[in-house]
């Protein structure tokens, strides 16, 4: 099993910055494509970023790009996203989820293994 614990949400106010991290630990874990979701009242989960193994590679959403940065330490088995010039619709819960298969995943159906969540909230 994959246990993965988030950490570094918070109250911010608009224009702020927020660093999350996400630790993975389990005898079965490998350094899998990662990714950062969220969700809001009443709202799906959404994507926001993704990663790859090796860290090389990123995705971001839309609405987020320019603003996050995701990266990875696999030596620690961290994950942290950085995120600047936070919005009120930044709100939600943020999730850190584990991928074991091939390629970075876009979609929460993608990922196998999910934190437990971090709840990000950006006053205006």
């Known amino acids: 099993q994959v246990q993965l614990v988030e950490s570094g949400g918070g109250l911010v106010q608009a224009g702020g910055s927020l660093r999350l991290s996400c630790v993975a630990s389990g005898r079965t874990f490998r350094p899998y494509a990662m990714g950062w979701f969220r969700q809001a009242p009443g709202k799906e989960r959404e994507f926001v970023a993704a990663?790859?193994?090796?860290?090389?590679?990123?995705s971001y959403a839309d609405s987020v790009k320019g603003r996050f940065t995701i990266s990875r330490d696999n030596a620690r088995n961290t994950m942290n996203l950085q995120m600047n010039s936070l919005k009120p619709e930044d709100t939600a819960i943020y999730y850190c989820?584990?991928?074991?298969?091939?390629?970075?995943?876009?979609?929460?159906?993608?990922?196998?293994?999910w934190g437990q969540g971090t709840q990000v909230t950006v006053s205006s």
């Open positions: 989820a584990a991928r074991t298969g091939l390629g970075m995943g876009y979609g929460a159906r993608d990922y196998d293994y």
């Open positions: 990663i790859s193994r090796s860290g090389s590679s990123t």
